[in-house]
């Protein structure tokens, strides 16, 4: 049998191990993934960081995208259990973009359901899912915390189809709670790393099949953006075995801080 997946899809695999979703499955798709980045594995990475969160990653792929004026990008980390997208547009979509993006993909096959992720969302993306009719569970950060209290629910009779950490890991019911940043991209039951990239080109294959002319993008159109977004990750200077103790205490400190409205303006 062949097959004629009419999309161009360029892969940014970092130099990590991400190469073989090109070779393996767009280009045995029919995809077209010429202009794709950094498919050979080198364990130096000479060109940036296999890190869908990468600045530099994400600025060539969305570079690439649009000079290739492709469907999609992708970005992948490492080992391929993280992953990001880039539209048509040249948008980047990751962290709470691609939670909401995954959200209305699942939210439209199961309505309903209870979307899991990490404490480092934004309220918008709360907004975002109960728009759809989803409800959203924030738990403690760690993709693992993430995965596992997904698991719990289901256990406890509470159908949750997603569980996705800001970072681009994350799992999905139907392939298992498999940590895998591929499942994004596929909707079947795949073991393989590349579901997340998978479940995303199958939605733009329905999409353009009932004859839309929008990207995947146009499915967050209404999800609004934090004014202002930053991570800090800061170093503790101690022992490693009382890491843990001194950065509850600068938790605690920060906290009493806040409390006493040092802080003159604080949005929680």
């Known amino acids: 049998m062949s097959y004629k997946l009419f999309l161009q899809v360029v892969v940014n695999a970092g130099n990590g191990s991400g190469g073989f979703f090109t070779w393996n499955v767009l280009d045995k798709l029919g995809a077209d993934t010429f202009g794709s980045l950094h498919l050979e594995p080198d364990g130096m990475f000479p060109n940036h960081i296999p890190n869908p969160e990468d600045r530099t990653a994400m600025s060539l792929t969305r570079a690439a995208v649009l000079e290739q004026q492709a469907d999609l990008g992708i970005v992948f980390d490492t080992d391929v259990d993280r992953s990001g997208v880039v539209d048509s547009t040249g948008t980047a979509i990751n962290g709470d973009r691609l939670i909401a993006l995954m959200a209305a993909i699942v939210l439209r096959e199961h309505p309903g359901t209870t979307v899991v992720t990490d404490a480092r969302t934004s309220v918008a993306l709360t907004q975002f899912i109960a728009a759809r009719g989803g409800h959203h569970c924030l738990y403690r950060v760690g993709y693992r915390n993430v995965i596992d209290k997904g698991?719990?629910?289901?256990?406890?009779?509470?159908?949750?189809?997603?569980?996705?950490?800001?970072?681009?890991?994350?799992?999905?019911?139907?392939?298992?709670?498999?940590?895998?940043?591929?499942?994004?991209?596929?909707?079947?039951?795949?073991?393989?790393?590349?579901?997340?990239?998978?479940?995303?080109?199958?939605?733009?294959?329905?999409?353009?099949?009932?004859?839309?002319?929008?990207?995947?993008?146009?499915?967050?159109?209404?999800?609004?953006?934090?004014?202002?977004?930053?991570?800090?990750?800061?170093?503790?200077?101690?022992?490693?075995?009382?890491?843990?103790?001194?950065?509850?205490?600068?938790?605690?400190?920060?906290?009493?801080?806040?409390?006493?409205?040092?802080?003159?303006?604080?949005?929680?």
């Open 151 to 268: 698991i719990q629910l289901n256990r406890d009779g509470v159908e949750t189809h997603l569980m996705m950490e800001t970072t681009g890991h994350g799992a999905l019911k139907e392939n298992h709670f498999l940590d895998d940043g591929n499942t994004a991209l596929h909707h079947s039951s795949s073991s393989s790393s590349s579901s997340f990239a998978y479940y995303i080109i199958i939605e733009m294959v329905r999409m353009k099949l009932m004859g839309s002319s929008e990207g995947i993008g146009s499915l967050i159109k209404e999800l609004k953006d934090p004014l202002e977004s930053v991570e800090l990750r800061m170093n503790i200077l101690t022992q490693p075995k009382h890491a843990k103790q001194k950065g509850a205490e600068v938790v605690d400190t920060l906290k009493q801080y806040i409390e006493v409205k040092t802080l003159l303006v604080w949005h929680g």
